[in-house]
């Protein structure tokens, strides 16, 4: 069964804070991205990685970073935590077909008091 | 660029009865479109998709959408509806990536799903 795991359910951290957000992916694909998701707004993309050490910039990226030092994980950085980033994070992964589906983990809460 | 709607913010529906729900996109070349459903505190699943073909697709858990090109719409719908399908639906379109073939998703902003007894 293919599988998407992500590090942590829920957190809780302060402004200011750095904060990493794991992802790592079973299925050996190539392609990695992370969204958010918010009340109203949907899935927006905020980086996708498509091979190692390769990243690209999705819709919403200010304020992130991403790292891809292996192909099954991929992180998420927030350098500076602030409230506006307080969200529910889902990252995802797909072969590099166009016609494969995307699989995406269980989602991180994050919280930034 | 490609976009997504879907009127519909919440929805009810009585356990048994059909449902439809609306999605709208906008692309100017063939769309990839997907259904997802999200239940509570979980991941996104894929329901169903469509490339190319026959229009009617049929997916999991008894959903089907039908994908009209004439009203760019890409409707999910269930002859009866479980207490189970409670949850949200979240429509997407995909745009390959020249370079390296996958899709680049964009979502609707969702619609959620209450299913009374």
């Known amino acids: 069964d293919v599988k998407v795991t992500q590090s942590s359910r829920y957190l809780v951290k302060r402004t200011g804070e750095k904060v990493f957000l794991e992802c790592v992916q079973d299925?050996?694909?190539?392609?990695m991205f992370w969204y958010r998701q918010d009340p109203g707004l949907g899935l927006r993309l905020i980086y996708f990685?498509?091979?190692?050490?390769?990243?690209e910039k999705g819709d919403i990226p200010e304020g992130y970073s991403v790292s891809r030092e292996k192909k099954e994980r991929f992180s998420l950085i927030l350098e500076s935590a602030s409230t506006n980033q307080t969200s529910m994070y889902l990252c995802?992964?797909?072969?590099?077909?166009?016609?494969?589906?995307?699989?995406f983990g269980p989602g991180t809460r994050l919280t930034v008091l | 660029a490609q976009s997504v709607t879907q009127p519909d913010i919440h929805i009810t529906v009585s356990e048994g009865a059909s449902l439809e729900l609306r999605c709208n996109y906008s692309?100017?070349?063939?769309?990839?479109l997907f259904w997802y459903v999200q239940s509570p505190g979980q991941g996104l699943q894929l329901l169903l998709k469509?490339?190319?073909?026959?229009?009617l697709v049929q997916g999991i858990k008894g959903f089907e959408a039908e994908f009209k090109r004439s009203q760019s719409s890409f409707n999910l719908r269930k002859p009866s509806v479980h207490w189970s399908d409670a949850a949200e639906y979240f429509c997407?379109?995909?745009?390959?990536?020249?370079?390296?073939?996958?899709?680049?998703?964009?979502f609707g902003t969702g619609t959620r799903l209450l299913v009374s007894p």
């Open positions: 995802a992964s797909i072969n590099g077909l166009s016609t494969d589906t995307q699989y």
């Open positions: 299925m050996d694909h190539e392609n």
């Open positions: 990685s498509y091979d190692v050490k390769m990243k």
């Open positions: 692309y100017g070349a063939t769309p990839y």
């Open positions: 469509y490339f190319s073909g026959d229009t």
């Open positions: 997407a379109v995909g745009a390959n990536r020249v370079n390296t073939g996958f899709q680049k998703l964009v």
